[in-house]
DNA sequence: GCCTTATGTTCAC
DNA sequence: TGAACCTAAGGCT
């Protein structure tokens, strides 16, 4: 599941192999230059950002790794079978071979190259239990809706679709309410409650769930939950089924070409905010 | 077993 | 806006 949470799981793993030294080669052979660069060098350790993977190796390079949405790590024994579909990247350890199949990006960096894909990215609600000052402030300026930027890794790093629509659900926000209209106060509650969730999802191996034990509560949601049983998620692919607070329809629209789920009853519509994908309708 | 769908991003048109 | 990347889980038959 590779939102943020899934890529420190990720460094996580790739960290009980630092020090050693790294095989590294590329069986599909898309990566083999890349490979036979860092190819007998040490494994320094390895860090995310966001949805990026970084891996550092003697003397000075980076291998830099997105998962995109296919994208899957293999731990295996050394020596490892044969590889297994299209891999990209193989790195044997005296003890554990890794496999990456299927990334968006597996590239080695220079000092220079990984901070330019720093630049890009907004900080992360996975490394900071509160939201910077710089991020508050920016967020008072834009414009565009909240469940758009919660998804720009330009603005803030590691949240996916899951993330999302749960967070958005559980503070009772509209998606389309435009970033700047959300008050400082409810930026800092937004960060903590993602910084909470995505926690709990770096610990609890399996797919990212939002309904745990111990798990902040949404607003408005009664004592007790009706059929709540065995749910991991409050609106996140649940789309037309009832609304644990309202009983209503979950709903689940296309929006700027991915799939955002909310309660239009729970999350309402601030008074003149239009909703762009034209489901919910406006008092 | 087959078909659809998906936690994401980049690039071509 | 749509295709490509390329994997695997889940729903269906």
Known sequence: MPEGHSL????????????????????????????????????RGA??????LFLEFEPDYTIHIHLGL?????????????PKGAVRMRVRFKN?????????????L??????????????DPL??????AAFLERMAKLKAPVGKILMDQ?????????????????????????????????????????????????????????VYSGAPKPLGLPPVIKAACARRT????????PCVICGGPVRAKDFYGRMLYWCPVDQPLPAGVVDPTGVTKSE
Not at 70 to 82: C, S, V
Request: glycine share 10%; hydrophobic share 35%; net charge positive.
């Open 8 to 43: 420190k799981r990720a460094a996580n793993m790739w960290n009980r192999n630092a020090g050693q030294i790294a095989h590294v080669s590329s069986p599909q052979g898309r990566f083999a230059e890349s490979a036979a660069l860092v190819d007998g060098h040490r494994f």
């Open 47 to 52: 860090w995310s950002h966001g949805k990026h």
């Open 70 to 82: 296919y994208g899957k790590h293999h731990q295996l024994p050394t020596p490892a079978p044969e």
């Open 96 to 108: 554990r071979t890794i496999d990456l199949n299927g990334p968006t990006r597996c590239e080695v």
């Open 110 to 123: 220079d000092k220079a190259g990984v901070q330019t894909v720093l630049d890009r990215l907004g900080p």
């Open 127 to 132: 490394k900071l239990d509160e939201a910077p």
């Open 154 to 210: 330009n603005e803030i790093a590691g949240i996916g679709n899951v993330y999302r629509a749960e967070v958005l659900f559980m503070r009772g926000l509209s998606p389309f309410k435009p970033a700047k209209d959300l008050s400082t106060e409810e930026w800092k509650k937004l960060w903590a409650l993602t910084h909470e969730l995505m926690s709990h999802g770096v610990e609890h191996s399996g797919g990212i769930e939002t």
């Open 234 to 241: 409050y609106v996140y692919k649940r789309a037309t089924q």
